[in-house]
C-alpha cells in the first residue's frame, strides 16, 4: 500500500534508523578491512601450509567472518541505536558469566597456563574478554548517560547506605550521588579486569581498565581522581619494570625479554627479535607485497599478534605509516560521530567503541616494535580470529547505527 | 534537560583523542621509525644471515695416480649423519633415536644420547665418514619411523681410499677426518690437492626447507688438483715385497728403500716396511709392536707406547731417518781421489789390517789384512785402511768439499715432508772442526749421518755421469678433466765429477758387485754396479744397518737403487749377505719389468733360458726330436702317438736342460711329483735333486762363485706339483761379503 508507504517514511520508525551513516567512516573500516585480509593472507600462507597443510586456511575462515561480519554491519547500523541499551543490561551479566566459565572449563590443549578461550564445537574459539569489553562499554555508556546529571551535581546519594550518613545532622561526612556511581563504576570495572587477570591475560586486563578509567572520564568525575589515577598507573608499571618477578612467571619472561634484548633469544624473545628483523628488512619501501621473507616461519605464528611486523616488511615504513595513519583517522571519525552525536549515550557509546579499537591498535605496534613488553595483543582488522573479527566489524555497525543520527554532513 | 553530549564531554573526548593519537599511536610510530630506520639496516642483516642457508660444497680431493694411473688414492663420497635436536620433544623419542643410531652406526649410547639431550641446536654431527650401505639402513630406519625426517638428516661427507691399502702408506701418507692431509704426499700437496670448496647461498625458512621466491647463487666447487707420481706401481711392489722378506728373514726392525730413475731423479718406488694402511691410519699393524702392546699392563703406558708406534709407523724412515752410512760411502771417497787424481790405476796399496792415525788405530774388517791390492780391489773388499789412506791424501778442504757436492750437507729437496736436514757439526762435521781423526773415519763413512735419500742420490750421480739431479716424485698434476696442468721437469742441481771419473768409479763399483761384497746383488744378464756397508748402530751395541746401494746397468745406467736393512737380528747382519740379495731381487724384477736388454756373458748364455715348442698334436717322435735339438730332456708318458698334453705349456721359459713332460694317452689325471728341498744347496746340488723329482728350475740371484749356496725355492718342499712345473731358486753368496769397519 503506497499510502501506509509514504507515512511510514515520514514518520520515525520506530526500530530502524533512519538518515545515511557517514561514509568515510564506512570507508575507512573497509579500506583497513580489505588491506587487513590481504595482509593475512601473507602473512598465514606458509605458516598455513606447514601447520595445516593449506596455504588459504587462515585466510578462507577470516574471509567468511569478514563477509558475515560486513552483512551484521550493515543490519545492526539499521538499528535505533536505543536499543543497544537493552543490549546492555543484558551483556554485563553475561559477560561475568562467561568470564567465571572460563575459569572453570579446561583451556585448550597447548594452552594449559591461558584459560581465555571457549570452544563452541564446529565454529570455533571466541574470548569472553572481548565480549566483556564490548558489555562493559554498552553498560558504561548506558549507566552514565542515565545518571549523569547525578553524577555531575553536588546532589547527596538516595542509595540505601548512604542515605543514613546523609540523613544524620551530626554526620560530617556526605556521601553524594557522585561517590557511590564511581564506587559502583569502579567495582565493575575492578571485578571485571580482576576475572580477566585470573585467565593470565595481563593485555586483557590492561584495555579493560584503560577502557573503563576513559569512560569514566568522559562521565564528568572529578579531575583529581584520574590525576591520581594516572600516577597510581605511573607507579604500578615503575614497579613492575624494576620487580618483574612480581608477576606471574609467563608475564616476567616478556618484561625481562623486553628489558634485556639478549633475554632467551630462541625462546621468550624470539618472537619479538623475528618482528624486528622483519620491519628492519622492510626498510623505507619494503619488500613489496607477498615477498616478505621473515614470515616463512620466522616470525612465529605470523597471522596473529605479530603480523603488522610482515605489514612492514612488504609495505615497508610508507605503508605501515599508512596504516597507523588510517587507524588514526579512524579514531578521529569516530570521534567527530561521538562528538555530533544525537544524544549522549550514543556519543559515549562510539566514543567507547572507538577507543577501544585505536587503544588495542596502539598497543599492538608499540609491542611489534618491542617499544612495549610483549602483551600478546591483537591487530584489529589484521590480526586472525574470526569471532573476534565479527564482533569488530559488528561494533563498527553500531558506530554507523550512531553516525545516522550525528549532525554532521552526509554525502 | 538536554540529552545532548554536553560542551564537557566533548572536551574530555578531545582530550581522549589527542591522548590516544599522541601518545598510544606516537609511542607505536616511534617503535616504527627505531625499528624500521634507524635500526633497519642492523635487522636486516640479522635476518639474512639467519636466512640465507650458506652450504659449503666440499671440493673433491684430487686423486695420486702412479706413473702408469694406477690410483693410489682417490676421494670417495659417503655421508654424515646428522641430527636436530631441537626437533626431539618426548624422551622416548629421544631414547629410540639414541637407541637406533646407536645400533646402526655402531656408537656408545651415552655419547649419542648427550647429543640429543642438546634441545637449543638444530645440527649436531653424529657420525661422519658412514659408508653407503650404513647410510641405506639409516634412511630405513628414518622411514619406518613417523617423524623421524625431521630430526635425523644426511649430509655428503668424503673418505679418502687407498685401494693397495699399505702399499707405499709412507710416501702416500694419509688424511684426517677433516679431509686434509696429515702426512707424506696427502700433507705436502695438501693445497693442491683440496682445490676450492664451492658455495651455495639459498634463502631457507626457519625449518630450511624452502622459499617460494627462489634465490640462490652458487660457487661452484673446484676439484682438487690430481697427483701423477714417478712412483711405478709394479716396481713398488717388488720393492714392498723384498723389504717385507727382508724384515722377516733377518727378523729386522725396519727395511727400507728407494728405486730411482738415475737419469732424471724420478723415485721409482720407495718403501718402509712395516708400515700402515692408510685406510687406518691409526691401526697399529707392526706384529712386534702389538705383541710388545699386549705385554703392557699400565694403561697410561699402554697408551704412550701406541701413540708412539703410530708415528713410528707413519714415518718415512727414507727421507726423516739418518744413519752412519759405513762402506757405502766408500764410493764418494773414491770419486773424489779419482777427480782430483791423488790415485792411479796401477798404484798399488798394502793393508796390513790396521792403520794408526794420531792416537787412534783403525782396523780393517779383515783383521790379518788384504795384503796387496790395487784401488779397485780395496773397494771390492771394503778396505778401511785403504781408505783411510785416500782420505788423507785428500785433505779436509777436498774431503768437505766432495762431501758438499755429493749433497750430503743439504736436503735433496724432494717434494715430500719431513726430510731429515744435516746440521753442521751435529750430523756431520764441516772442513773447520774436521782434524785428522773425524777425516779419518769420515772416509769409510763413519762419525757422520746421512738421510737414505742423500745416499742413493749420491751414488745416483755416479751412475748419472757424475750430476746430482734433484729427486721427485710428483712427474705432472692434472685438473679435473685429467688434462695436464704442469710437467715437473728433471732438474741437474750440479756436475759433481766429471764424466770420466764417474764411468771410472761405475766400473769399480760393478767389480764389487760381481766378485766384491756386493757380489749377492749380481743380477744374470745385467750390469750391476754397487756397495755394501755395515755400521754399527752407535745408539746400541751390538745392533747393526745393514745396506746396499747401487745402480744397473753399469754401461748406461738406468735404476739406482739403495736397501738399508735396520737392525737386522737373525746372526747376519752385514750390507753383503743382507741388503744386496734383497737388491739383486728387486733390481732384477725391475730390470725386466722395464724391458731393459740383458746382456749375457758367455757363462750365462750356456744356461740361457729357453722357450717350450707347441707340441700338442705333434707324433712323439717328432716332438721329443725336437726337444732334443733345443737342449731339452723329454719324459714320455703313456703309449700313444701323438702328444696330447704338455708340461710346461707351450711358451714358456725354461732352462736349457730343462725337463718336459709329454703326454700321450687320454688319461685325464697328469703325473704328480712333490717338490723336494732346495735350499742350502750349491747349483750341482740344486740341478741334481729336481732332475730326480722331476721338476724345473730357474735360477735367480748369484752363480757365478764356486761358493753359492740357494737360499730360497719359490715352492715349499713337499707341495705336490704336476712334472716338469718351475720352480725358482734364489742364489747368493756366503763368502766375502763381509765389509765391517
Known amino acids: 500500500m503506497p499510502k501506509t508507504k509514504r507515512k511510514k517514511q515520514e514518520k520515525p520508525n520506530k526500530y530502524l534508523a533512519q538518515g545515511g551513516f557517514d561514509v568515510p567512516f564506512l570507508i575507512i573500516v573497509l579500506i583497513l578491512l580489505t588491506i587487513g585480509l590481504v595482509m593475512l593472507f601473507s602473512a598465514s600462507y606458509t605458516y598455513a601450509y606447514y601447520n595445516r597443510g593449506q596455504s588459504a586456511f587462515f585466510f578462507k575462515r577470516q574471509l567468511i567472518f569478514a563477509i558475515v561480519g560486513l552483512f551484521v554491519m550493515f543490519v545492526v547500523s539499521k538499528i535505533r541505536y536505543e536499543y543497544f541499551k537493552l543490549l546492555a543490561t543484558i551483556l554485563l551479566p553475561l559477560s561475568y558469566l562467561l568470564l567465571v566459565v572460563v575459569l572453570i572449563i579446561p583451556p585448550p590443549p597447548g594452552y594449559e597456563n591461558f584459560h581465555r578461550w571457549i570452544t563452541i564445537p564446529g565454529f570455533g574459539t571466541f574470548q569472553p574478554s572481548e565480549v566483556a569489553k564490548l558489555g562493559l562499554i554498552l553498560f558504561l555508556a548506558w549507566s552514565i548517560d542515565k545518571n549523569y546529571k547525578a553524577i555531575n551535581s553536588r546532589q547527596l546519594s538516595t542509595a540505601k547506605f548512604a542515605v543514613g550518613f546523609n540523613q544524620n545532622k551530626n554526620s ?83 618484561i625481562n625479554a623486553w628489558l634485556d634484548k639478549d633475554f632467551d633469544p630462541r625462546g621468550v624473545r624470539w618472537q619479538t627479535n623475528q618482528a624486528l628483523y622483519a620491519i628492519g628488512s622492510g626498510g623505507f619501501f619494503g619488500a613489496g607485497l607477498g615477498n616478505s621473507k621473515q614470515k616463512h616461519l620466522y616470525v612465529s605464528e605470523p597471522q596473529n599478534d605479530f603480523i603488522f611486523s610482515i605489514v612492514c616488511e612488504e609495505l615497508g615504513f610508507v605503508g605501515a605509516t599508512v596504516i597507523i595513519i588510517l587507524f588514526m583517522l579512524l579514531v578521529w571519525r569516530g570521534f567527530v560521530i561521538a562528538m555530533r552525536a544525537k544524544d549522549r549515550f550514543g556519543a559515549l557509546l562510539a566514543m567507547g567503541l572507538v577507543f577501544q579499537v585505536g587503544l588495542q591498535a596502539a598497543l599492538n605496534i608499540a609491542v611489534v616494535t618491542d617499544t612495549i613488553p610483549n602483551t600478546g595483543i591483537s591487530l584489529p582488522f589484521f590480526s586472525y580470529g574470526g569471532t573476534s573479527l565479527l564482533m569488530l566489524i559488528t561494533e563498527m555497525g553500531m558506530v554507523l547505527s550512531i553516525s545516522r543520527y550525528s549532525r554532521i554532513s552526509k554525502s | 534537560m538536554s540529552n545532548k553530549p554536553s560542551k564537557q564531554l566533548i572536551q574530555r573526548a578531545v582530550v581522549i583523542m589527542v591522548v590516544t593519537c599522541i601518545i598510544g599511536f606516537g609511542a607505536g610510530f616511534f617503535g616504527l621509525i627505531n625499528a624500521q630506520l634507524i635500526n633497519g639496516e642492523k635487522y636486516r642483516q ?29 676421494s670417495a663420497n659417503v655421508w654424515k649423519v646428522y641430527i636436530n635436536p631441537s626437533k626431539i620433544k618426548k624422551e622416548e623419542v629421544k631414547v629410540d633415536v639414541t637407541k637406533g643410531l646407536c645400533e646402526i652406526l655402531e656408537l656408545e649410547y651415552d655419547t649419542v644420547y648427550k647429543k640429543a639431550s642438546q634441545s637449543k641446536y638444530g645440527y649436531v654431527s653424529i657420525k661422519t665418514q658412514v659408508e653407503n650401505d650404513v647410510k641405506l639402513e639409516v634412511v630405513e630406519f628414518i622411514r619406518a619411523n613417523k617423524g623421524y625426517n625431521e630430526i635425523i638428516g644426511i649430509d655428503p661427507d668424503t673418505k679418502r681410499y687407498y685401494p693397495y691399502m699399505t702399499f707405499a702408506s709412507t710416501v702416500l701418507g694419509f688424511t684426517g677426518a677433516d679431509d686434509t692431509g696429515r702426512s707424506g704426499l696427502e700433507y705436502f700437496y695438501d693445497e693442491t690437492l683440496t682445490g676450492v670448496s664451492g658455495r651455495i647461498i639459498t634463502a631457507k625458512n626457519a625449518l630450511q626447507g624452502d622459499m617460494p621466491t627462489k634465490y640462490e647463487s652458487t660457487y661452484d666447487a673446484k676439484q682438487g688438483t690430481s697427483l701423477v707420481l714417478t712412483i711405478d706401481q709394479v716396481i713398488q711392489y717388488y720393492l714392498d715385497k723384498g723389504l717385507e722378506r727382508a724384515v722377516t728373514d733377518f727378523d729386522a726392525s725396519y727395511g727400507y728403500g728407494i728405486v730411482m730413475d738415475v737419469k732424471t731423479g724420478a723415485i721409482l718406488a720407495m718403501s718402509t716396511k712395516p708400515d700402515f694402511d692408510p ?293 747376519v747382519y752385514t750390507g753383503g749377505a743382507v741388503a744386496a740379495p734383497v737388491a739383486a731381487e728387486v733390481l732384477e724384477e725391475t730390470l725386466k719389468y722395464l724391458n731393459i736388454e740383458p746382456q749375457y756373458t758367455p757363462e750365462e748364455l750356456a744356461r740361457l733360458d729357453v722357450k717350450t715348442p707347441k707340441l700338442i698334436g705333434r707324433t712323439v717322435p717328432d716332438a721329443v726330436k725336437e726337444l732334443k735339438a733345443k737342449g731339452f730332456t723329454v719324459k714320455t708318458i703313456g703309449n700313444g702317438e701323438t702328444v696330447l698334453n704338455q708340461t710346461p705349456a707351450y711358451n714358456q721359459v725354461l732352462p736349457k736342460d730343462g725337463l718336459v713332460v709329454l703326454y700321450t694317452d687320454d688319461k685325464k689325471e697328469t703325473t704328480k711329483t712333490k717338490v723336494p728341498v732346495l735350499t742350502g744347496m750349491s747349483l750341482a746340488e740344486v740341478n741334481r735333486n729336481a732332475v730326480a723329482a722331476g721338476v724345473n728350475i730357474k735360477i735367480s740371484g748369484f752363480t757365478s762363485g764356486s761358493d753359492i749356496v740357494s737360499y730360497r725355492q719359490s715352492v715349499a718342499p713337499d707341495t705336490e706339483v704336476e712334472m716338469g712345473t718351475m720352480v725358482t731358486i734364489s742364489f747368493k753368496s756366503n763368502a766375502g761379503v763381509s765389509d765391517l769397519a
Open chain 2, 46 to 74: 640479522k635476518a639474512e644471515v639467519q636466512q640465507l642457508s650458506d652450504k659449503t660444497i666440499n671440493a673433491e680431493r684430487g686423486t695420486i695416480y702412479d706413473r702408469n694411473m694406477n690410483i693410489l688414492s682417490q
Open chain 2, 279 to 571: 685406510n687406518e691410519p691409526y691401526e697399529v699393524i707392526n706384529p712386534k709392536v702389538l705383541e710388545s702392546l699386549e705385554e703392557i699392563q699400565d694403561e697410561e703406558e699402554k697408551k704412550k707406547v701406541l701413540s708412539d708406534a703410530r708415528y713410528a709407523q707413519w714415518r718415512n724412515r727414507t727421507i726423516s731417518d739418518t744413519y752412519e752410512p759405513g762402506s757405502v760411502f766408500k764410493v764418494v771417497t773414491a770419486a773424489a781421489a779419482i777427480e782430483e787424481n791423488l790415485v792411479s790405476d796401477d798404484e798399488m796399496f798394502n793393508c796390513a789390517g790396521n792403520i794408526k792415525i794420531a792416537d787412534r788405530t783403525y782396523h780393517c774388517h779383515k783383521r790379518d789384512g788384504h795384503g796387496t791390492e790395487n784401488f779397485t780391489q780395496a773397494l771390492m773388499n771394503s778396505c778401511n785402511p785403504v781408505f783411510v789412506t785416500v782420505g788423507q791424501r785428500l785433505g779436509v778442504e777436498k774431503f768437505f768439499k766432495y762431501f758438499e757436492a755429493f749433497g750430503f750437507a743439504e736436503t735433496t729437496g724432494v717434494d715430500l715432508p719431513a726430510e731429515a736436514a744435516p746440521a753442521a757439526n751435529v750430523t756431520y762435521h764441516t772442513a773447520n772442526k774436521m782434524g785428522i781423526v773425524e777425516l779419518s773415519s769420515s772416509s769409510f763413512g763413519q762419525s757422520f749421518q746421512v738421510s737414505p735419500i742423500q745416499m742413493i742420490n749420491a751414488v745416483s750421480a755416479i751412475g748419472n755421469g757424475g750430476k746430482l739431479m734433484r729427486p721427485y716424485i710428483v712427474s705432472s698434476m692434472l685438473d679435473e678433466n685429467k688434462n695436464t696442468i704442469s710437467v715437473t721437469s728433471p732438474k741437474v742441481k750440479r756436475q759433481v765429477i766429471s764424466e770420466k771419473t764417474a764411468s771410472k768409479v761405475s766400473e769399480m763399483m760393478e767389480a764389487v758387485a760381481t766378485s766384491g761384497t756386493a757380489k749377492n746383488a749380481y743380477v744374470a744378464g745385467y750390469r750391476v754396479a754397487g756397495k755394501t756397508g755395515t755400521s754399527q748402530k752407535l745408539t746400541s751395541r751390538g745392533k747393526y744397518i745393514a745396506s746396499f746401494s747401487g745402480f744397473a746397468p753399469t754401461n748406461d745406467p738406468q735404476i739406482a737403487i739403495l736397501i738399508v736393512v735396520d737392525e737386522p737380528s737373525s746372526g
Open chain 1, 172 to 254: 560530617k561526612i556526605k556521601i553524594y550521588s557522585s561517590t557511590t556511581y564511581g564506587l559502583l563504576y569502579l567495582f565493575v570495572i575492578g571485578s571485571m579486569c580482576a576475572l580477566v587477570y585470573l585467565e593470565n591475560h595481563v593485555s586483557g586486563t590492561v584495555l579493560l581498565f584503560a577502557l573503563g578509567v576513559m569512560m569514566l572520564f568522559l562521565a564528568g568525575f572529578d579531575k583529581k581522581w584520574f590525576v591520581i589515577a594516572t600516577v597510581f598507573v605511573v607507579v604500578v608499571s615503575a614497579f613492575i619494570i624494576l620487580n618483574p618477578d612480581k608477576l606471574p612467571s609467563h608475564a616476567s619472561y616478556r
